[in-house]
């Protein structure tokens, strides 16, 4: 996994977009972390706050639903959410592009 220091902003959009693929039924915590997981390491205890925060901007909604006996916290993206996920994912092809510009002098990883 590469070693680059990952933005706050970042993380925001990598949590949205995980939710976002869940659907409607949203998604659980620890499964957030999985998904994250794959593209950086971090812990549920760096996660938790990203939600919590995510939440409070009002970009997520969380319910709870009993699981094996226990209640286990799903999120689901809100409108709001769903609009600053897209102003991410256009950011993002941006820096990127640049970004690519630099590394590889105008060629992007389709050229490449």
Known sequence: MASFQIAASL??????????????EGTYGYRITQDVRQVMDVSESTLYPVLRRLQKNGYLTAYDQECAGRNRRYYRLTGTGDTQLT?????????????????????TNEQS
């Open 11 to 24: 993380l925001d959009a990598i949590v949205l977009s995980v939710v976002a693929r869940a659907g409607t």
């Open 87 to 107: 102003d991410y994912l256009i950011e993002w092809r941006d820096y990127r592009d640049r970004v690519e510009t630099v590394f590889f002098g105008g060629q």
